[in-house]
T-cell receptor, first 114, second 115 residues
Framework: AAGVIQSPRHLIKEKRETATLKCYPIPRHDTVYWYQQGPGQDPQFLISFYEKMQSDKGSIPDRFSAQQFSDYHSELNMSSLELGDSALYFC?????????????FGPGTRLTVL | AQSVTQLGSHVSVSEGALVLLRCNYSSSVPPYLFWYVQYPNQGLQLLLKYTTGATLVKGINGFEAEFKKSETSFHLTKPSAHMSDAAEYFCAVSPRGGSNYKLTFGKGTLLTVNP
């Protein structure tokens, strides 16, 4: 079965650089969620989209922006990177509007900021 | 605001022993409840969830959990641990009602299985 695809899987950036993380949800999944998991931490919700509109926003820094495109893939753009942005970034997708349906997680993108 | 507390950041059991991972939630309205497992360098996989109905929920890999409203708990159990169960386990909640279903995770419990 198709799973959530995230690219790249690993990314190394310098401080103050920018990064773009991509998420391709499972086909026919309309909702995408982004989470950030710092080293040894639990995942923290960043932002979600349904039908290309932002549906909820969590503790996402103003330096970050995200969007969902017409093909339902989503991109997380991160600017002025800081050392503290080093983390595992997960994308999850679920069918239909946001609900208690299972969120299917991708393998994550590991971002390292030097 | 919702919160999740997982008692014990690290649990160690012997192969074949009972696994018990504890989760308590804090919410004025019982939320939707989930257990996820994370193997090293991998994403999160859903083990089981409670939304409504029977309070004893069976999941994958022989795990089950029971929702106890009076105790605000959703502990995860497995009768007999396998070496392959060694992983990090996260309890998570999602608000019941409204239109937003972001997951709020507990801090996680690392399960070690000894031969």
């Amino acid at each position: 079965a198709a799973g959530v695809i995230q690219s790249p899987r690993h990314l190394i950036k310098e401080k103050r650089e920018t990064a773009t993380l991509k998420c391709y949800p499972i086909p026919r999944h309309d909702t995408v969620y982004w989470y950030q998991q710092g080293p040894g931490q639990d995942p923290q919700f960043l932002i979600s989209f349904y039908e290309k509109m932002q549906s909820d926003k969590g503790s996402i820094p103003d330096r970050f922006s995200a969007q969902q495109f017409s093909d339902y893939h989503s991109e997380l753009n991160m600017s002025s990177l800081e050392l503290g942005d080093s983390a595992l970034y997960f994308c999850a997708s679920s069918p239909g509007p946001p609900s208690y349906n299972e969120q299917f997680f991708g393998p994550g993108t590991r971002l390292t900021v030097l | 605001a919702q919160s999740v507390t997982q008692l014990g950041s690290h649990v160690s059991v012997s192969e074949g022993a009972l696994v018990l991972l504890r989760c308590n939630y804090s919410s004025s309205v019982p939320p939707y409840l989930f257990w996820y497992v994370q193997y090293p360098n991998q994403g999160l996989q859903l083990l089981l969830k409670y939304t409504t109905g029977a309070t004893l929920v069976k999941g994958i890999n022989g795990f089950e959990a029971e929702f106890k409203k009076s105790e605000t708990s959703f502990h995860l159990t497995k009768p007999s641990a396998h070496m392959s169960d060694a992983a990090e386990y996260f309890c998570a909640v999602s608000p019941r009602g409204g239109s937003n279903y972001k997951l709020t995770f507990g801090k996680g419990t690392l399960l070690t299985v000894n031969p």
